[in-house]
């Protein structure tokens, strides 16, 4: 279980069937979850405007150093 900044509980989502973002079902508020580490990211959230993936700035940098794939595994390719 992953806890909202706010108040509420998310449930756990299996990392294949992640989405960039899931709500909070206490406040309705939406947590961006980061493509590479599955956290909630609660600072600057990047994400590719064609598959809507994203994450940490930095762990988006290291993963994009290396790879042209989306690290949610959805097949898109967010570089080109």
Not at 19 to 46: D, F, T, W
Request: aromatic share 4%.
């Amino acid at each position: 279980v992953q806890h909202c900044i706010i108040l509420g509980v998310v449930d756990v989502i299996s990392p294949s069937h992640l989405h960039a973002n899931i709500m909070c079902q206490k406040c309705e508020s939406r947590l961006n979850i980061c493509s590479v580490c599955h956290a909630p990211v609660k600072g600057l959230y990047s994400m590719c405007e064609v598959c809507g993936h994203g994450g940490h700035m930095s762990h988006l940098k290291e993963w994009f150093s290396t790879n042209s794939w989306c690290p949610s595994g959805c097949g898109h390719n967010c570089v080109t």
